[in-house]
């Protein structure tokens, strides 16, 4: 490991219970994050052998597979908008 940065995003709640993360300021962090870790090593992306994102691991978004487009935000592993389901499923 040569480098770590992370970065925080804002989280949406758009209904009691719910909350959301924008697929797009996800993936602006990702960016901006691995663009400053190189950049605190001097590295070019010829020289990166592998990287390790992670976004809390169960967040969810769907995206349009003609245009590359998310659906919707992210549902947060933090939502609740299923935990009925949930409930009748165990």
């Known amino acids: 490991v040569k480098a770590i940065e992370q970065q925080e995003f804002p989280q949406y709640y758009p209904q009691p219970g719910w909350t959301e993360h924008d697929p797009k300021e996800i993936l602006q ?3 901006s994050c691995s663009e400053s870790a ?5 590295a070019k992306k010829d020289d990166i052998a592998g990287i390790g994102i992670t976004n809390q691991r169960e967040t969810t978004v769907a995206w349009d597979k003609v245009t590359g487009e998310p659906l919707c935000r992210a549902i947060v592993w933090l939502d609740l908008r299923t935990a009925e389901t ?3 499923l165990s």
């Not at 190189?38 to 001097?42: E, H, P």
């Open 38 to 42: 190189m950049n605190k090593v001097g």
């Open 29 to 31: 962090s990702a960016i």
């Open 86 to 88: 949930a409930r009748q």
